[in-house]
């Protein structure tokens, strides 16, 4: 049976070893991912997060940073 996401994203930030995300961070995230896949192809979603994580930017720096993207693409 699957868990709740917020308990499989704190296992997985302590399997990590890191902080597990506020859910601000969290929210911030999932519309950067939301801003990638509505102006790209859905894949575009996960690898931007991912990114905006090894460029060590904070989510409301990611989101920031989709939003504008994709407002010079014409989004």
Do not use: F, K, N
């Amino acid at each position: 049976m699957a868990i709740p996401a917020s308990e499989w994203l704190e296992r997985y930030a302590q399997r990590l070893g890191v902080e597990p995300l506020s859910a601000e961070e969290i929210d911030a995230l999932l519309a950067a991912a939301g801003v990638a896949a509505h102006a790209s192809e859905r894949t575009a979603a996960p690898v931007t997060c991912y990114l905006a994580a090894r460029a060590g930017r904070s989510p409301a720096e990611a989101l920031d940073a989709a939003r504008a993207l994709s407002a010079e693409l014409g989004d």
